[in-house]
């Protein structure tokens, strides 16, 4: 089964900035697990957990609007990590940031075989990492 490990949490300001990272293992070539598509979710207090950015193994990419253009996933295949850059950050983006993974070929099929935003379609989750933006 894939592991996924965030870090990379902690507190700012309104308008600050912040790097969260998500270590990925179980993964193996020709094994049961694979790397097709990485996302992050979020959940604030008293709020429902949702999508924010995913990105697959082809380096598409999709964003929740509300965070295009201050938020950036990324991936490095060669040292199985994710990151996500959040850039001007809000206090409503207080929250558990989850990193989560398609890596069951069945569930890459189910989802399209392309980057997802839905959260049914992520086969493995991480435990989250707290992100508090204070104003």
């Known amino acids: 089964q894939v592991q996924l490990v965030e870090s990379g949490g902690g507190s700012v300001q309104d308008g600050g900035s912040l790097r969260l990272s998500c270590s990925l293992s179980?993964?193996?070539?020709?094994?049961?697990?694979?790397?097709?598509?990485e996302g992050w979710f979020r959940q604030g207090p008293e709020k429902e957990r949702e999508v924010v950015a995913a990105?697959?193994?082809?380096?598409?990419?999709k964003y929740a609007d509300s965070v295009k253009g201050r938020f950036t996933i990324s991936r490095d295949n060669a040292e199985n990590m994710v990151y996500l850059e959040l850039n001007n950050l809000k206090p409503e983006d207080t929250g558990t940031y989850y990193c989560?993974?398609?890596?069951?070929?069945?569930?890459?099929?189910?989802?399209?075989?392309?980057?997802?935003?839905?959260?049914?379609?992520?086969?493995?989750w991480g435990k989250g990492v707290l992100v508090t933006v204070s104003s």
């Open positions: 989560a993974a398609i890596g069951l070929y069945g569930s890459w099929v189910s989802a399209g075989m392309e980057v997802t935003l839905k959260q049914e379609d992520y086969d493995s």
């Open positions: 990105i697959d193994e082809d380096g598409r990419i």
């Open positions: 179980g993964y193996s070539s020709g094994g049961d697990y694979s790397s097709y598509c």
